[in-house]
């Protein structure tokens, strides 16, 4: 089955730019979704089908799919954005929703 | 909106059968895959798998032994079977759907924790 790998966590500094990757086999030809999920909380969709933001999304988000790897980025970094990110998306080949094992992001 | 409320016992002996039940309101039951997704403590999320209304179902392969999730359309609700739990089972369980044609989370259910313990 499809594969994601996600780093375990990235570090910024409030007003800097972080940027979240998470890899797989041609992922470029997948639709890959992004969510935030602060602690006790359940995720929330911040990106999906690789650059759309959901209404409500601040633009600070944007994400990106190309290759082997799909990027989340965040700009202008706030305290609030500290969270787990987690990637996912739809195999078609095995009919079966994957998700990345998440990326701590820390606001320094 | 769609609305999600989970209900079942927080709390299942090992080697028993995990249950829960997913209520759903404001949309039409026929118009989604309906999810379930677990998390871990301090872990990761991980789909369990889905059924549609028709009863087409796709289940995670490492839980497919164990796993049965069925709509029931005349009273709006889906539901999660997970048989011979352990406590790698304890997990906080959501609910959630997707739109037919679609393949992100539209809408998440509040997550129920479940503990497996004796």
């Known amino acids: 089955s499809y594969v994601l790998t996600q780093p375990p966590s990235v570090s910024v500094a409030p007003g800097k730019t972080a940027t979240v990757p998470c890899g797989g086999t041609?992922?470029?030809?997948?639709?890959v979704h992004w969510y935030q999920q602060k602690p006790g909380q359940a995720p929330v969709l911040v990106i999906s089908?690789?650059?759309d933001r959901p209404s409500g999304i601040p633009e600070r988000f944007s994400g990106s799919n190309s290759g082997n790897t799909a990027t989340l980025t965040i700009t202008r970094v706030e305290a609030g954005d500290e969270a787990d990110y987690y990637c996912?998306?739809?195999?078609?080949?095995?009919?079966?929703?994957?998700f990345g094992p998440g990326t701590k992001v820390t606001v320094l | 909106q769609v609305q999600l409320q989970v209900s079942g016992p927080g709390l299942v002996k090992p080697s028993e059968t995990l249950s829960l039940t997913c209520a759903v309101s404001?949309?039409?039951?026929?118009?989604?895959?309906w999810n379930w997704i677990r998390q871990a403590p301090g872990k990761g999320l991980e789909w369990i798998g889905y059924s549609y209304y028709s009863g087409y179902t796709s289940y995670n392969p490492s839980l497919k032994s164990r796993v049965t999730i069925s709509v029931d359309t005349s009273k709006k609700h889906f539901s999660l079977r997970l048989t011979s739990v352990t406590a790698a089972d304890t997990a906080v369980y959501y609910c959630?759907?997707?739109?037919?044609?679609?393949?992100?989370?539209?809408?998440w259910g509040q997550g129920t924790q479940v503990t497996v313990s004796s």
């Open positions: 996912q998306l739809w195999d078609s080949d095995s009919d079966q929703y994957v």
């Open positions: 089908y690789d650059k």
């Open positions: 959630v759907n997707i739109k037919e044609g679609r393949s992100e989370i539209g809408y």
């Open positions: 404001g949309d039409s039951i026929s118009s989604y895959s």
């Open positions: 041609k992922i470029g030809s997948k639709n």
